[in-house]
């Protein structure tokens, strides 16, 4: 630890996301674990964050309050639920720091608070921290584009763990989000998210989403572009929940010295345009 790393708070620090976050904080260079935040009715309150994560005291118990945490550190690392990112990202604003935002089911209300509160907080909010998903993102895109809807139908299918609540992933949306840019499109008019019953035929340009759910998949997501006679499949797999943790540290120092403003791991990776 030197006096030059970046400060950075976990909040959810119990979580599986959190302790993983913890974890990959204390390997990074350049960074240092502020601070941890709880809920007050959680019963890891005052237990030394490090050990919680497995990784050994770090001289960090786990807070409830927020508002002294943000008040000295430099940036938030938030992978929690809607309504908490949301209240997040105002202290963030406030406290004029970085927030990385890896949280997923935000409504079109929550996603106008956190672009209001990015007039003063500098915010990284993707649907998926990893470099390999932000790079299959960019290539949804250019193949979308380059494959004429008349003959290309396109379809995104997910697969993750028993336990998550949003549906379908922040990431099968990002990838939709791709595949409607490269097509010139709007995502939400399009998007075929639930088939049941007598359908009838599948609408031309549209983009299907299949939602798979069981056991312990950190994260698994395909986009099928199908065509006449031929099938081209982009995909890929989390192994590790880690990637995200990593990809969230990396946005974080990217984004220290950046003005205010509404960024994406696009940004952070240099493949925005």
């Known amino acids: 630890m030197s006096g030059n790393d970046m400060k950075l708070v976990v909040v959810g620090a ?13 390997e990074t260079e350049g960074a240092v674990l502020h601070a941890a935040i709880e809920r007050e009715t959680s019963p890891f309150i005052g237990k030394d964050a490090g050990e919680l994560a ?3 005291p770090l001289g960090v118990p786990v807070t409830s309050d927020p508002l002294e945490a943000f008040l000295h550190a430099e940036g938030v690392l938030d992978f929690t639920a809607p309504a908490a990112s949301v209240a997040f990202a105002g202290l963030a604003a406030q406290a004029r720091i970085v ?12 996603e106008e608070k ?3 509160a990015a007039r003063h907080a500098r915010i990284v909010k ?3 921290m990893s470099l390999g998903v932000n790079l299959l993102g960019v290539l949804v895109e250019q193949a979308a584009r380059a494959l004429p809807p008349a003959g290309w139908d396109i379809e995104v299918v997910e697969m993750h763990h028993k336990h998550k609540v949003d549906a379908p992933s922040g990431t099968a949306l990002l990838l939709g989000e791709a595949a409607a840019k490269g097509r010139a499109i709007d995502l939400l008019p399009n998007a075929v998210k639930v088939r049941d019953g007598h359908t009838g035929a599948r609408e031309t340009a549209t983009i299907g989403f299949a939602t798979l ?5 950190v994260g698994d997501h395909s986009v099928i572009l199908a065509g006449e006679g031929e099938l081209v499949t982009l995909s890929h797999s989390a192994r590790d929940r880690s990637i995200f943790a990593r990809g969230a540290v990396a946005a974080a120092l990217w984004a220290r010295d950046k003005k205010p403003g509404h960024y994406s791991m696009l940004d952070v990776l240099g493949l925005s345009h």
């Open 126 to 128: 993707s649907g998926n």
């Open 14 to 26: 119990a979580g599986r996301m959190g302790q993983t976050l913890i974890r990959i904080i204390h």
């Open 213 to 217: 759910r069981g056991g312990s998949v």
């Open 54 to 56: 497995g990784v050994g």
């Open 99 to 110: 927030h990385v935002l890896g949280t997923t089911g935000c409504s079109a209300e929550d």
């Open 114 to 116: 956190i672009k209001a």
